[in-house]
């Protein structure tokens, strides 16, 4: 067993690295600040290969495994979680296409993404106002009509919504039919009908866009349908559970931020006549950070290495997430106690830390939903 990166995947987290370090770090509060979305650091990252690092080789893309994808994204969640969101949710939107899709959409799809010199976003449309972790009450209709299907409905809570060049969006067929008539398309941004609702103003994670989609009478062709109809519950589980150990090392990045700047203030800030660190209850609190954010990098990278080989994963891609992101909650959490009431000053970055690390716990499945998929699977099998 070799838990050791190759000279390759060390090479690309030293890439990735500097380019959190250079060019995400230095304006990651001011983007907080103002909750503003850059496309510019996305340019930039377009240009390494960031934006379709899990676009396969035959169209065009780096053709990264999972775990390569892994080591971009908790360096990029070392940067900031809402620049990481961004970029991240490329990969997240071509699963669908990655797991069911046809050859011509993949090639029609994947190829927008590829460009380094005109990026694009794309964005992952499931979640509905009365359908969040119960997927199977999306309200979301799509009606054949001739050589096409029309949508109506809308979308809530949507990453890149509003920016991206395309959306993989699940509707349902036939609401009686729950489940079973939950069906998936991908659908151009541009398409008319196709709107941006509201865009979000969220506690965290501000630095990416969060928007309501309207869709009203958008007409998206027949080949536009991944899968067959009715598969689209199976086509956004599958995805799902390819994408969590990915949220699980976001937060990763983003508890060794808060970790790192709770280790160096502590080794700063004299009380009592030494400095913090050196006092039993605060060394205590370092070493329990420290263990957790290997803890959680471990979980996240045996679901990587498993989705890799082509194991299924339902149990360890769920652990990995829940669990990674309670720690870049309670990590979080001791790096503003660390700092004490500068802690809770927007000066510092563990404040802007602090408030990201909620989402994590949220997305792609709350961490109770994860814990009841485990669940499920431990009695069952």
């Given at each position: 067993?070799?838990?050791?990166?190759?000279?390759?995947?060390?090479?690309?987290?030293?890439?990735?690295?500097?380019?959190?370090?250079?060019?995400?770090?230095?304006?990651?509060?001011?983007?907080?600040?103002?909750?503003?979305?850059?496309?510019?650091?996305?340019?930039?990252?377009?240009?390494?290969?960031?934006?379709?690092?899990?676009?396969?080789?035959?169209?065009?893309?780096?053709?990264?495994?999972?775990?390569?994808?892994?080591?971009?994204?908790?360096?990029?969640?070392?940067?900031?979680?809402?620049?990481?969101?961004?970029?991240?949710?490329?990969?997240?939107?071509?699963?669908?296409?990655?797991?069911?899709?046809?050859?011509e959409q993949k090639r029609?799809?994947?190829?927008?993404?590829?460009?380094?010199d005109h990026p694009r976003?794309?964005?992952?449309?499931?979640?509905?106002?009365?359908?969040?972790?119960?997927?199977?009450?999306?309200?979301?209709?799509?009606?054949?009509?001739?050589?096409?299907?029309?949508?109506?409905?809308?979308?809530?809570?949507?990453?890149?919504?509003?920016?991206?060049?395309?959306?993989?969006?699940?509707?349902?067929?036939?609401?009686?039919?729950?489940?079973?008539?939950?069906?998936?398309?991908?659908?151009?941004?541009?398409?008319?009908?196709?709107?941006?609702?509201?865009?979000?103003?969220?506690?965290?994670?501000?630095?990416?866009?969060?928007?309501?989609?309207?869709?009203?009478?958008?007409?998206?062709?027949?080949?536009?349908?991944?899968?067959?109809?009715?598969?689209?519950?199976?086509?956004?589980?599958?995805?799902?559970?390819?994408?969590?150990?990915?949220?699980?090392?976001?937060?990763?990045?983003?508890?060794?931020?808060?970790?790192?700047?709770?280790?160096?203030?502590?080794?700063?800030?004299?009380?009592?006549?030494?400095?913090?660190?050196?006092?039993?209850?605060?060394?205590?609190?370092?070493?329990?950070?420290?263990?957790?954010?290997?803890?959680?990098?471990?979980?996240?990278?045996?679901?990587?290495?498993?989705?890799?080989?082509?194991?299924?994963?339902?149990?360890?891609?769920?652990?990995?997430?829940?669990?990674?992101?309670?720690?870049?909650?309670?990590?979080?959490?001791?790096?503003?106690?660390?700092?004490?009431?500068?802690?809770?000053?927007?000066?510092?970055?563990?404040?802007?830390?602090?408030?990201?690390?909620?989402?994590?716990?949220?997305?792609?499945?709350?961490?109770?939903?994860?814990?009841?998929?485990?669940?499920?699977?431990?009695?069952?099998?």
């Open positions: 067993m070799d838990f050791s990166l190759s000279d390759e995947q060390k090479a690309l987290q030293k890439t990735v690295h500097e380019f959190a370090a250079n060019e995400i770090r230095p304006v990651a509060l001011e983007l907080d600040e103002r909750a503003e979305f850059s496309w510019d650091i996305v340019r930039k990252a377009a240009k390494l290969g960031l934006t379709c690092s899990g676009v396969p080789e035959e169209y065009g893309g780096p053709g990264l495994g999972i775990l390569d994808n892994t080591i971009i994204a908790e360096e990029l969640g070392w940067g900031c979680v809402g620049v990481a969101a961004c970029i991240a949710l490329n990969g997240v939107a071509i699963l669908p296409l990655l797991v069911a899709g046809s050859d029609e799809y994947f190829t927008r993404l590829t460009d380094p976003l794309a964005a992952f449309g499931l979640t509905e106002p009365e359908a969040g972790s119960d997927a199977g009450s999306l309200r979301t209709m799509a009606r054949r009509d001739g050589e096409d299907y029309v949508l109506n409905g809308s979308k809530c809570f949507i990453t890149n919504g509003g920016l991206a060049d395309f959306y993989t969006i699940f509707a349902t067929v036939d609401r009686e039919k729950g489940y079973g008539g939950i069906t998936a398309f991908v659908v151009d941004g541009d398409s008319p009908g196709l709107i941006t609702g509201k865009i979000e103003h969220k506690m965290g994670m501000r630095a990416s866009q969060t928007a309501e989609i309207i869709l009203e009478e958008v007409r998206v062709p027949a080949k536009n349908l991944i899968g067959g109809e009715g598969q689209g519950f199976y086509v956004a589980m599958q995805s799902l559970d390819i994408s969590r150990p990915g949220v699980g090392i976001i937060g990763v990045g983003l508890a060794r931020a808060a970790f790192e700047e709770a280790l160096e203030y502590s080794k700063q800030r004299v009380q009592f006549g030494r400095p913090i660190c050196r006092q039993q209850s605060i060394a205590f609190m370092l070493a329990d950070m420290a263990t957790k954010i290997d803890y959680a990098r471990l979980l996240c990278q045996r679901a990587a290495w498993m989705l890799d080989q082509g194991l299924e994963c339902i149990k360890e891609s769920s652990m990995a997430k829940y669990v990674s992101t309670d720690i870049a909650m309670e990590v979080c959490t001791d790096a503003v106690q660390i700092h004490g009431g500068y802690g809770y000053m927007k000066e510092y970055p563990v404040e802007k830390f602090f408030r990201d690390a909620k989402i994590l716990q949220i997305v792609e499945g709350t961490n109770q939903i994860q814990r009841l998929v485990l669940s499920a699977q431990l009695i069952s099998g």
